[in-house]
C-alpha cells in the first residue's frame, strides 16, 4: 500500500504551502517507505509515498500520460493493467507500473473509465488543460480514503485522515465505488452491482463455477516483483487462500522471481487454537510457516500506536488490528512487502455466528448486504491500516469485483444455516473445494466452525484489554460518558478507554464522526438485533455474553473433530456469539 495526499485549488502557490504538504505527506511515509514524490501545478498539489510491488525500479509517483498533461497518484494495485495496455495501442507508457494506465485510460475514455479497472485502488487524477480533477475509491473500500475541505475553496485528499485533519475545515471518509469530479462539483456512485439495490437474487448455487470464480481471483492477486505470502490461521477463509495460491504459485511469474514454496504466517497468544489449526494447515499444504507469539501485555503496549494507525475507537476493530498490527511488524522484518488474507467471506455468505438466527432468506441477504457495504469502517479498514503501518500491503480474493458478484448473486437459500439438511455457515464456500478425488483441504480444516475471536486467541486477550481499561477508567468516569463524549458515548470502560486515545491524536469532530457506533453484535446491522430479543441487552460489542456454548473445543488436528457433526442448534443452545467482525484472531480466517 501506498500513502497518497492532494491539495487542489488551495489559492496558495508559495514555497511554504510546497513545504506544508511535503510535511503532512510525510505523515503517511509508514504506508510507503520505499520512495516519495511531489507534483505541483499553479495551486494543485499531487504528492506520493511509495511502496513498490510492480516494476520497484520505474514506477515511481507521481504517474504522467505522454505530454504530462494529466497527471495521477495513486494507492493500490490494478491486476489487470496488462489487457488494458493492450486497449490502449496508441499510448506510450513510461513505466511498468500497474498503475500506468490510469492517466491513458483518462484521455481515452474522460471521467467514465473506473469500472474498467479490476483491481483496489485511491487515486487522484489532475488535468492540468483545464484544472479538472477526478477522485476514486475501489468498490468496496479495501484501500483508505479521506477526503477534506478547507476554508479557502480547497478539496483535500488523503489515504488516512492524520495527512489532512489538522488543515482541514471539514473531512470525511471517501466512500468507495465513488468517484467525485471537480466538473460535476460533487460524488457519484461508479459501482452499480446488482446486489447493491438489495434485491434477492435466484441463481441456483453451482459449487464449480463458485470455485473457479475464486480461483481466478487468487491467481490474479500473485502479480507481484517483490516477495510475498499469505496470512494463514486454519480457519475455513485463509487456509483456502493458502490452498488456492500453493496450487497456482508453480506457474507465475512470482514463483520464477522467488521460488515456489509458499511462506504462511500466523500469530497469536501460546498455545492458541489459531496456532495449532495454522500448522496443520501449513504441514498440508507444505508451506514455509511462521508463527509468532504475543503477550496480551504485548498488545496492551501497542495499544496507543495501533489506534494512531487504524483512527477508530471501534472496541471490536481495534481488539482484532493489535495483533494484525504486531504480525504485521514481524512480517515485513523478512523482507516480506506483499500478503494475500481472507477478509470479505464472513460477509458475503454470512459466516459470523449470530446469521444461524436468520429468520428468512430476505432478510440474510439484506444483512449480507448491509455488512459488505460497511466492511471499509471495519475489516478492511482494520487489515489495510494494521499492515501499512509498516509498510506491507494486504491483498484480499475474497473482495475481487466478479467474485462477489457470483456469489452474491446465489439464492440466499442455499447460504442460509439449515442443521436439518446439514448445511453450517458459509457451506456453498466449504461444499465449491470439497474435492473427493483432488482435496484442497483436509475434511477437518474445510468444515472447522468458524473460530471467534476469544476462541481463537483466549480468553485473557479480551479479558486482559477490559481489565487494562478498568484500571484506567473510575466508575465515576463512566457516570459523565454521555456528557464527555455525547456522540457515540462509550458504554464500556474499555470502550471510554479506547475514546480517550482516540481524542488525543484526533480532537476534531469530523474525525469521531468517522466512527460507527450503535449497538451491534459482530458489527450487525441493527435489524439484526431483532433476531435475538438477547442481543439488544449486550454490553459487549463482540457479542461474547450471548448464551451457548462454541463446539470448537477440541483438537483441529484431529480429523473427527468437525463442526458439522454437531451445529449449535443441534446442542438444544443459542451459540454463544464471541467474535469481534472477524474469525479466528479476526484477522486471517
Known amino acids: 500500500m501506498c500513502g497518497i495526499l492532494a491539495v487542489l485549488g488551495c489559492s496558495d502557490e508559495s514555497q511554504s504551502k510546497r513545504v506544508r504538504v511535503l510535511e503532512l505527506s510525510r505523515r503517511l511515509k509508514h504506508r510507503g517507505p520505499d520512495w516519495s514524490g511531489i507534483y505541483q501545478h499553479d495551486d494543485f498539489y499531487l504528492a506520493h509515498q511509495r511502496l513498490a510491488i510492480i516494476d520497484p525500479a520505474s514506477g515511481d509517483q507521481p504517474l504522467f500520460n505522454e505530454d504530462s498533461t494529466v497527471a495521477v497518484t495513486v494507492n493500490g494495485e490494478i491486476y489487470n493493467h496488462e489487457e488494458l495496455r493492450k486497449q490502449l495501442p496508441n499510448h506510450q507508457f513510461r513505466t511498468g507500473s500497474d498503475?500506468?494506465?490510469?492517466?491513458?485510460?483518462?484521455?481515452?475514455?474522460?471521467?467514465?473509465?473506473?469500472?474498467?479497472?479490476?483491481?483496489?485502488?485511491?487515486?487522484?487524477?489532475?488535468?492540468?488543460?483545464?484544472?479538472?480533477?477526478?477522485?476514486?475509491?475501489?468498490?468496496?473500500?479495501?484501500?483508505?480514503?479521506?477526503?477534506?475541505?478547507?476554508?479557502?475553496?480547497?478539496?483535500?485528499?488523503?489515504?488516512?485522515?492524520?495527512?489532512?485533519?489538522?488543515?482541514?475545515?471539514?473531512?470525511?471518509?471517501?466512500?468507495?465505488?465513488?468517484?467525485?469530479?471537480?466538473?460535476?462539483?460533487?460524488?457519484?456512485?461508479?459501482?452499480?452491482?446488482?446486489?447493491?439495490?438489495?434485491?434477492?437474487?435466484?441463481?441456483?448455487?453451482?459449487?464449480?463455477?463458485?470455485?473457479?470464480?475464486?480461483?481466478?481471483?487468487?491467481?490474479?492477486?500473485?502479480?507481484?516483483?517483490?516477495?510475498?505470502?499469505?496470512?494463514?490461521?486454519?480457519?475455513?477463509?485463509?487456509?483456502?487462500?493458502?490452498?488456492?495460491?500453493?496450487?497456482?504459485?508453480?506457474?507465475?511469474?512470482?514463483?520464477?522471481?522467488?521460488?515456489?514454496?509458499?511462506?504462511?504466517?500466523?500469530?497469536?497468544?501460546?498455545?492458541?487454537?489459531?496456532?495449532?489449526?495454522?500448522?496443520?494447515?501449513?504441514?498440508?499444504?507444505?508451506?514455509?510457516?511462521?508463527?509468532?507469539?504475543?503477550?496480551?501485555?504485548?498488545?496492551?503496549?501497542?495499544?496507543?500506536?495501533?489506534?494512531?494507525?487504524?483512527?477508530?475507537?471501534?472496541?471490536?476493530?481495534?481488539?482484532?488490528?493489535?495483533?494484525?498490527?504486531?504480525?504485521?511488524?514481524?512480517?515485513?522484518?523478512?523482507?516480506?512487502?506483499?500478503?494475500?488474507?481472507?477478509?470479505?467471506?464472513?460477509?458475503?455468505?454470512?459466516?459470523?455466528?449470530?446469521?444461524?438466527?436468520?429468520?428468512?432468506?430476505?432478510?440474510?441477504?439484506?444483512?449480507?448486504?448491509?455488512?459488505?457495504?460497511?466492511?471499509?469502517?471495519?475489516?478492511c479498514l482494520r487489515a489495510n491500516k494494521s499492515t501499512s503501518a509498516w509498510g506491507l500491503e494486504a491483498r484480499v480474493p475474497f473482495l475481487d469485483k466478479a467474485f462477489i458478484k457470483v456469489a452474491m448473486d446465489i439464492d440466499p437459500e442455499w447460504k442460509m444455516i439449515n442443521p436439518d439438511l446439514g448445511r453450517i455457515e458459509k457451506w456453498v464456500l466449504r461444499k465449491a473445494f470439497d474435492d473427493e478425488e483432488n482435496p484442497y483441504l483436509p475434511k477437518h480444516i474445510l468444515y472447522r466452525q468458524k473460530e471467534q475471536f476469544s476462541d481463537g486467541v483466549g480468553y485473557s486477550w479480551i479479558d486482559g484489554l477490559k481489565q487494562h481499561a478498568a484500571e484506567h477508567v473510575t466508575d465515576k468516569m463512566m457516570l459523565n460518558a454521555e456528557y464527555i463524549f455525547p456522540h457515540n458515548t462509550p458504554t464500556t470502560k474499555e470502550g471510554y478507554y479506547y475514546r480517550m486515545i482516540f481524542e488525543r491524536?484526533?480532537?476534531?469532530?469530523?474525525?469521531?464522526?468517522?466512527?460507527?457506533?450503535?449497538?451491534?453484535?459482530?458489527?450487525?446491522?441493527?435489524?439484526?438485533?431483532?433476531?435475538?430479543?438477547?442481543?439488544?441487552?449486550?454490553?459487549?460489542?463482540?457479542?461474547?455474553?450471548?448464551?451457548?456454548?462454541?463446539?470448537?473445543?477440541?483438537?483441529?488436528?484431529e480429523p473427527s473433530a468437525t463442526f458439522s457433526k454437531v451445529p449449535p442448534k443441534v446442542i438444544n443452545k443459542k451459540p454463544r456469539i464471541v467474535e469481534v467482525g472477524t474469525p479466528g484472531l479476526a484477522i486471517m480466517s
Open 505 to 557: 491524536f484526533f480532537p476534531q469532530n469530523p474525525a469521531r464522526l468517522t466512527v460507527p457506533g450503535g449497538a451491534s453484535v459482530a458489527c450487525s446491522t441493527a435489524k439484526a438485533l431483532e433476531w435475538d430479543a438477547e442481543w439488544s441487552n449486550n454490553p459487549d460489542p463482540s457479542g461474547r455474553a450471548a448464551l451457548g456454548v462454541h463446539v470448537s473445543a477440541y483438537d483441529p488436528a
Open 99 to 379: 498503475c500506468d494506465v490510469i492517466a491513458h485510460l483518462y484521455e481515452e475514455y474522460g471521467e467514465d473509465f473506473v469500472d474498467m479497472l479490476d483491481g483496489m485502488f485511491s487515486f487522484v487524477l489532475l488535468d492540468t488543460r483545464d484544472n479538472s480533477y477526478i477522485v476514486a475509491r475501489d468498490a468496496i473500500g479495501i484501500t483508505s480514503l479521506y477526503i477534506g475541505w478547507g476554508l479557502d475553496g480547497s478539496v483535500w485528499i488523503s489515504s488516512e485522515m492524520k495527512g489532512l485533519n489538522d488543515d482541514c475545515e471539514h473531512f470525511k471518509c471517501f466512500p468507495p465505488g465513488h468517484l467525485y469530479s471537480s466538473k460535476e462539483g460533487g460524488f457519484r456512485r461508479w459501482y452499480n452491482p446488482p446486489w447493491y439495490s438489495e434485491a434477492i437474487p435466484s441463481t441456483p448455487f453451482d459449487p464449480l463455477v463458485l470455485r473457479k470464480a475464486f480461483e481466478d481471483a487468487v491467481i490474479k492477486r500473485l502479480m507481484t516483483d517483490v516477495p510475498f505470502g499469505v496470512l494463514l490461521s486454519g480457519g475455513l477463509d485463509s487456509s483456502l487462500v493458502a490452498a488456492v495460491t500453493q496450487r497456482h504459485l508453480a506457474g507465475t511469474k512470482a514463483a520464477k522471481q522467488w521460488g515456489s514454496q509458499l511462506h504462511s504466517f500466523c500469530v497469536g497468544l501460546e498455545g492458541s487454537p489459531d496456532l495449532k489449526a495454522a500448522k496443520v494447515v501449513a504441514n498440508y499444504l507444505g508451506t514455509v510457516h511462521h508463527e509468532f507469539h504475543f503477550t496480551v501485555q504485548d498488545g496492551i503496549d501497542a495499544i496507543e500506536d495501533v489506534i494512531y494507525h487504524i483512527e477508530t475507537y471501534d472496541v471490536t476493530t481495534i481488539r482484532a488490528s493489535t495483533p494484525m498490527f504486531l504480525m504485521s511488524r514481524k512480517i515485513k522484518s523478512l523482507g516480506v512487502k506483499m500478503v494475500l488474507s481472507g477478509e470479505g467471506s464472513d460477509e458475503i455468505f454470512g459466516g459470523y455466528l449470530y446469521f444461524h438466527e436468520a429468520p428468512n432468506k430476505e432478510e440474510f441477504h439484506r444483512e449480507t448486504c448491509h455488512k459488505i457495504k460497511a466492511l471499509h469502517q471495519y475489516d
